[in-house]
């Protein structure tokens, strides 16, 4: 029986920010511990958090050593900080990354001798004694403010663990669009294609149901109108609304659904070559729709996709290939790669740790909801195709 996890209060759109202040001014909150990085408080797009704050009279300490992929480390850091700090609020401003970060700091919080490997929906933790978390959202893409999922770093293994608690959804959203104002191209185009692979591996999980199919169907069809439009002009407020809105309607889509073997091959290759997580799902993306469109049911769906994003055609293969072809443009209009080597990474490098791509990406949990059966012998031969 499927379970619908969803954040407990919402603030969407431009000026929500504001709205959340109304929220703290009655709150009784007086310590918020604010979880981000250094790039979000050097373009001070932190700024607007910090006058709330001082407005309410609210105290607060910024932690801003979360790194683009988080580790158990900063994890266990930052614990330290803010055990010492005793906040009735944890804010986490800043992408993915940084939101990841937070819910694994508000775990280790209330619970110390926790491992956060084990983290999982099986597991009870009793969190919300001590504080609260909150997420802000600076870019458009991982859906983590509305998800149940966690993606921490071991450093000296370079390999991504992916854990999951319904516990850790953020209590309070703010999804305003002008946070992601600032987001580069590149960065706009990676976090997009993290989008679309939430809505492309949720659609055909073998979790999924009716809910997180209407979730994805929303989503994709904001996003193929949308991140052309927010790629080409950043500082268009209605493309990066439009986007924002997508990216978290995916993200709770997946979060009830899974994902799949693009997310499990991306997960193991990202931190093996140092590309970000969007460019290291969305470069295996097409070659996972290629192979779980080999079974009907899952083709089916691909087609139903296609329809909804414009394809036209008679039949489900039509409409299936339709939706290939509509997808490959779309990254073409982001100039996304379409296949590993357009990321600079050399043959024989990329062939010499094939061995532990293929380990690792076997090794996900993602794989578990993959609506196809996968060996190792199918991801090595997805890993070479996509070369």
């Not at 070659?287 to 083709?299: A, D, H, I, K, P």
Request: proline residues 6%; charged residues 25%.
């Amino acid at each position: 029986m499927p379970i619908l996890s969803l954040p407990r209060f919402l603030y969407i759109g431009e000026g929500s920010l504001d709205e959340f202040k109304e929220l703290l001014a009655d709150s009784g909150y007086e310590k918020v511990f604010i979880v981000t990085d250094k790039i979000i408080t050097d373009l001070k797009i932190i700024d607007p958090v910090i006058k709330m704050l001082d407005e309410l009279g609210i105290t607060y300490k910024i932690f801003n050593e979360v790194e683009p992929e988080p580790s158990f480390e900063t994890v266990e850091k930052a614990t330290k900080i803010v055990s010492d700090f005793e906040p009735q609020l944890i804010l986490a401003v800043g992408g993915g990354s940084v939101i990841d970060a937070a819910k694994s700091i508000w775990v280790k919080y209330e619970n110390p001798d926790f491992n956060l490997e084990e983290l999982s929906p099986f597991v009870w933790l009793g969190l919300g004694k001590k504080t609260k978390l909150a997420a802000i959202p600076t870019t458009s893409g991982t859906g983590s403010e509305a998800t149940i999922g966690v993606v921490l770093t071991k450093k000296a293994e370079k390999k991504k663990i992916a854990v999951g608690s319904y516990e850790v959804v953020p209590f309070y959203t703010i999804v305003d669009p002008r946070f992601p104002l600032t987001m580069p191209q590149k960065l706009t185009a990676s976090t997009g294609l993290d989008a679309l692979a939430h809505c492309v591996e949720a659609y055909v999980s073998n979790m999924s149901n009716p809910f997180t199919d209407a979730l994805v169907e929303k989503a994709i069809e904001l996003i193929f109108v949308w991140l052309p439009r927010a790629y080409k002009n950043g500082s268009d407020i209605k493309a990066r609304e439009k986007m924002h809105i997508a990216a978290m309607l995916a993200g709770m889509a997946f979060s009830n659904s899974g994902l799949g073997i693009a997310h499990a091959l991306g997960h193991s290759f990202g931190p093996l070559f140092n590309v970000p997580h969007g460019l290291a799902v969305g470069v295996f993306l097409p070659y996972v729709v290629e192979f779980n469109g080999q079974e009907s049911e899952s083709r089916a769906k691909y087609a139903l996709l296609g329809k909804i994003i414009g394809v036209s055609g008679d039949n489900i293969d039509q409409l299936f290939n339709g939706f290939l072809e509509k997808m490959k443009e779309l990254y073409r209009s982001i100039n996304a790669p379409l296949k590993v080597r357009d990321l600079g990474i050399k043959e024989q490098e990329y062939l010499s740790k094939l061995n532990l791509l293929v380990q690792n990406a076997y090794e996900d949990p993602d794989i578990a909801f993959n609506p196809k059966m996968v060996s190792p012998e199918d991801l090595e031969a997805i890993f070479r195709k996509a070369y």
